[in-house]
Structures are given as C-alpha cells and as structure tokens.
C-alpha cells in the first residue's frame, strides 16, 4: 500500500473533497425540498437541462462560466464553488490530521483512512447541517440523528486519534443533548416565544456524542459568540434581506417558489401539552410587522450553524483548544 505520507493521497483526498462538495450542494438544495439526492443528475435549476460534466467540476467550471449556467445563463450562487472549495479543504485538513499528526507516530495507511473517512463524514453533515438551517431555519432529523451512533462508533473506533472514549462521548451526547432541551424549554417558559428549534437540542447530542464533553464548553460559548457576531453584523449593515431563509424563501436563485414556499410551522413547543407552557399559550406570540407569516421574527438568526461551525472548529483544532480549556478550566479532569 502506498505509504501514508505520500502525497498521492493528499491529492487523491483534496480532489475527492471537491467532487463530494459538489454532491453536498445537490443535497442541501434537494433535501429541504423532498426531493430524491441521487436522481435525477445534476440539473440546471432555472431551465432544467441536465449539466454535462465538463460544466460541472467543481469550482472551475463555476469561475470559467463566470458564475452562469451554460444552458441558459442563469446565475449560479457563489455558494456553489465555496461549499466545494471549503469540502477540499477540509477533507485535506482531516488526512493531514490523520496521515502526519503532531507529536505522534504516523499511523499505518489503513487507520489513518479510517480516521479521515469517519471525520470527514462528520464535518460534511455539519456543512450541510450549518446551510439548510440557514436556508429554512430547520435542520432535518435526517442528517443530524445518524451522528449520534456515528459519534459512538468513532470514539470506539478511532477515539485514541480524536481523543474521546466511549464514555466521555456518552457523557457529550446525554449533557449536550440535554442543556439545550433545557435551555430550548426554558426559554419558552419564560418567554412565551420560540429561541431555539428543537432540531438544535438534536444536533447538539450528535456533536457531543462526537467530540465528547470535554468539548461542550467551547461549544456553547463559541457556538453562542459567533452567533452573537453574526447577528451583529447583520444588524449593523442592514443584511437582514440578503439573509437566506428569512425574507429571501429563495436564496441560490431559482428554487420551486410553490415547494418552498409553505414552510411548515415550526415544531414549537405551543403543541406541547405541558401545564406551565399552557399559560404563556394565552398569550398570542406578538407578530412582528412585515414579516412573512410562519416565518420568525425579524431578526431570527438561526443557532444550527453556529453549532456545526464551533464543531468543526473543535474537529480541527482540538488539541490546542483543549490544552486551553484544560489548563485554565478542568484541572487535568479530561486527561
Ligand atoms: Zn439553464
């Protein structure tokens, strides 16, 4: 076999990252929208001819037909070669994690393969995770329940190279799971109005099943921070229309206006029948003016990106980030 710090497997990986990119932005487009992942192939989303393959490299072809559709000279969003750009990324990050790590001996080709299969796995259910919710404010159960046997699976079989055991991802899964549900429920307890979907308290137990609970902590905060950046940003220049999902239902350019534009009401806590979420019931969550109804309010930035980007932080840079938070925080606990 060929020897794990060759490049050919940098290459190899980098140019299957960027194939995969192009299959993630056909999921995050289709997903939502119920439509199948496999087939049809790829189709041009403004005329519906299919896209041969010579305009369909990643990237390349985006930056040679300059952002149009060859067919029909739709534009293309920029998104498309940046998602398979940030996938060619990652998956060359997560070899070179795996292939040469610092400090360690260079696992044989095998285990090091398997370590970049289950984290680049993970990092792509992320990436789509973050884009979805972004575009629809929901993050669908599909892609983020399978991450927590995923998560299990890892820390079992590849745990010694992320640094989670079996147990300490079982903690992840239960803790992080859990303070969101509590914060999600609470939240609406006090404040009659929806904070979080219920999909994020879910993401957030697959990310903990994965990366453990030594991980939370960063999670939240940078999870809640970037968030908080976000929104200001947002705020700040006025943004708010060119947000996807909010009053643009439509953000690539060219979605099926009659498929997405009925988006299901929110699977809020108003259906729950618990007694104390009952009285806040009474009163009728205050629509706010001009915003599209079933939508949320008007700055609604939604919290499933932001978990998926501290994830994939934590994902790369975890043995600077824990040596931190050890240090100043845990006093040795994790170790
Ligand atoms: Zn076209």
Redesign the pocket.
């Known amino acids: 076999m060929i020897p794990v710090d060759h490049p050919f497997w940098t290459v190899l990986l980098g140019v299957f990252g960027a194939l995969f990119g192009s299959f993630l932005n056909v999921v995050v487009y289709r997903l939502p929208l119920g439509l199948s992942v496999v087939r049809p192939g790829s189709r ?6 299919a896209i041969a393959p010579w305009n369909n490299v990643p990237v390349l072809s985006w930056l040679l037909l300059r952002g149009r ?6 534009p293309f969003s920029v998104r498309y070669p940046l998602v398979e750009a940030a996938t060619t990324g990652l998956s060359v990050a997560l070899w070179l994690r795996f292939a040469m790590p610092f400090g360690g001996e260079p696992p044989t080709t095998p285990v090091a393969l398997a370590g970049w299969a289950l984290t680049f796995t993970f990092a792509c259910v992320l990436l789509a995770v973050a884009l979805i919710d972004l575009d629809t404010l929901r993050i669908p159960d599909v892609l983020s329940l399978p991450l927590i046997p995923l998560g299990i699976l890892a820390a079992w079989a590849i745990g010694p190279a992320i640094h989670v055991t079996v147990e300490q991802s079982l903690l992840g899964l239960l803790i992080g799971g859990g303070t969101l549900l509590v914060i999600t429920y609470g939240y609406f307890a006090l404040t009659g109005r929806e904070g979080m979907g219920l999909g994020d308290y879910r993401l957030m137990a697959g990310v903990g099943a994965w990366l453990g609970w030594q991980s939370l902590l960063f999670l939240l905060m940078a999870s809640a921070i970037q968030g908080l950046i976000f929104a200001a940003i947002v705020k700040l220049f006025r943004l708010e229309r060119h947000l996807p999902g909010l009053d643009d239902p439509d953000p690539v350019g060219f979605r099926d206006p009659e498929a997405a534009a009925p988006v299901p009401p929110p699977e809020s806590a108003e259906a729950q029948p618990a007694a104390p979420l009952q009285e806040v019931d009474a009163v009728p969550p205050a629509a706010p003016q001009g915003a599209r109804p079933a939508a949320a309010p008007p700055l609604a930035v939604p919290f499933g990106p932001f978990i998926a980007l501290a994830a994939l932080e934590w994902l790369l840079f975890e043995p600077t980030l824990m040596q931190l938070l050890d240090h100043w925080l845990y006093g040795g606990l994790a170790r």
């Open positions: 041009c989303g403004a005329c519906g001819t559709a060859a067919c029909c000279g739709a």
